[in-house]
């Protein structure tokens, strides 16, 4: 079975990504935990409340990720057709409860940041409407309806980030998952850093 396979599916599957400096950390779908994929079957982005997703991000403290640096990616497509049929991008807000922030406070060692995000009372109203959306167009389709998810935050160096690997982990939490489940662990970006100042010299840090 290959994650492809797995992430595939008419429930909502994470997208292939990378992560970048000053460009994206993204949940990979060739990178999710075996443990994790039975987890994430139980998850239908399209039917879950928007109000309880909760998405964290694990990752050095020589990064910061600015307020408007964190966002999700729908996509709903036909499958058999492989047309693209709606596509929105909702910006996430820092949150999340002591109580939630305290479920992943074991990761959070020396040198590392944590975040928890979640969607702002507006756009929890958004989701909700583009959830209806999406029934209404699972009805006219049907069953060759497929979505997916991209979780992506943008960062910006603030110090050196130092030689060697540079792990970042994400997560992710809804009603129907029993806690924060891993989307990405440990994911080593330094090649993906080293590429983005090697195609811009010049960039400033934050």
Do not use: W
Not at 35 to 49: C, G, M, V
Request: glycine share 4%; charged share 25%; with cysteine.
């Amino acid at each position: 079975m290959s994650f492809a396979q797995t992430c595939s599916s008419n429930r909502s599957a994470i997208a292939a990504a990378t992560v970048l400096v000053v460009v994206l950390f993204l949940a990979a779908c060739g990178h999710v935990p075996i443990a994790s994929i039975p987890k994430l079957a139980k998850l239908d982005l399209f039917e879950t409340d928007p109000a309880a997703l909760r998405v964290a991000v694990l990752y050095p403290d020589s990064i910061r990720i600015p307020e408007d640096g964190a966002k999700l990616e729908l996509s709903v497509r036909d499958a058999a057709t492989q047309t693209n049929l709606m596509e929105e991008t909702i910006y996430l807000v820092k949150g999340g409860t002591s109580a939630e922030k305290a479920e992943l406070a074991s990761k959070l060692t020396s040198g590392k940041r944590l975040e928890v995000y979640q969607f702002s009372k507006a756009d929890i109203a958004y989701m909700r409407a583009f959830q209806q959306r999406v029934k209404t167009l699972k009805e006219t389709k049907g069953d060759t309806t497929e979505g997916s998810l991209s979780v992506s935050v943008r960062g910006c160096e603030v110090k050196p980030i130092s030689k060697g690997p540079v792990r970042v982990s994400t997560f992710i939490k809804t009603v129907e998952l029993d806690g924060f489940v891993t989307l990405l662990r440990y994911f080593d970006i330094s090649e993906a850093v080293a590429r983005q100042k090697a195609d811009h010299p010049s960039m400033s840090d934050c």
